[in-house]
């Protein structure tokens, strides 16, 4: 039962405009979110995250959009860099329970 | 931030050897540390948890007699893949959190490959 949802396998952007990652979930309960960026051979490095009692939280380039009624959430990246090319893990949590992750999202940022 | 490796970065095996993957926290003390498995395509699926100086929480379906986690120091944790098999081929990732740290930091993981 595949509670974080990450549809796109992959998305390929422009260097310098905008790339967006989308995240569902059904489990009404989390409230919290996070997301990870996945290198090759690498594990997952924390990216940015978003409390449930917000709906965006910005960090530089990176901005995280919640819609607690659409159970959606989104990555922003803009502008877009060939170094932002990676695998994107949404991952979300309720209280202090495990993460649950989705699929993740290859990003190909094209020079 | 803080550091999390794993050794090895990849195993080769034959069927019904045992292996052991370590984890290890470099510069914090790691009260909790967490196994995952990643199989192709799919997401980071959580298979335990484990605090330091206790059993592991073994996530449901997964056999914590062929899986053995032990956690005996707040900078280490090993996962022992008994009886490997070639369906036990996956992509496995630790994590580690200090106490009163919400965040977990990732291991880069070890790639099994059970012949």
């Known amino acids: 039962d595949q509670q974080v949802k990450q549809n796109s396998p992959s998305l390929s952007v422009q260097e310098g405009r905008i790339s967006i990652l989308n995240c569902d979930y059904t489990?009404?309960?989390?409230?919290?979110f996070l997301w990870y960026k996945k290198y090759p051979a690498e594990g997952p490095t924390f990216l940015i995250s978003?409390?449930?009692?917000?709906d965006k939280n910005e960090d530089g380039r990176f901005t995280v959009f919640l819609n607690k009624s659409a159970k959606h959430l989104s990555l922003h990246i803009v502008p877009s860099q060939p170094g932002d090319s990676a695998v994107y893990f949404c991952?979300?949590?309720?209280?202090?329970?495990?993460?649950?992750f989705g699929t993740g999202t290859r990003l190909t940022v094209i020079p | 931030g803080a550091v999390v490796s794993q050794h090895p970065s990849r195993v080769i095996c034959k069927s019904g050897t045992s292996v052991k993957i370590e984890c290890r926290s470099l510069?914090?003390?790691?009260?909790?540390m967490f196994w995952y498995r990643q199989f192709p395509k799919q997401s980071l699926m959580l298979m335990a948890t484990?605090?330091?100086?206790?059993?592991?929480?073994?996530e449901q379906g997964v056999e914590k007699d062929k899986f053995l986690i032990n956690h005996a120091s707040l900078t280490l944790s090993t996962l022992t893949v008994t009886s490997a098999h070639p369906e036990d081929s996956s992509f496995y990732i630790c994590?580690?959190?200090?106490?009163?740290?919400?965040?977990?930091?990732f291991g880069p993981g070890t790639r099994l490959t059970v012949l």
């Open positions: 994590s580690a959190r200090s106490g009163g740290v919400d965040e977990q930091f």
């Open positions: 489990n009404s309960m989390f409230d919290y």
């Open positions: 978003i409390s449930s009692i917000k």
């Open positions: 991952a979300a949590k309720s209280g202090a329970n495990n993460l649950f």
């Open positions: 510069d914090f003390q790691a009260t909790t």
């Open positions: 484990s605090n330091e100086g206790s059993k592991a929480t073994y």
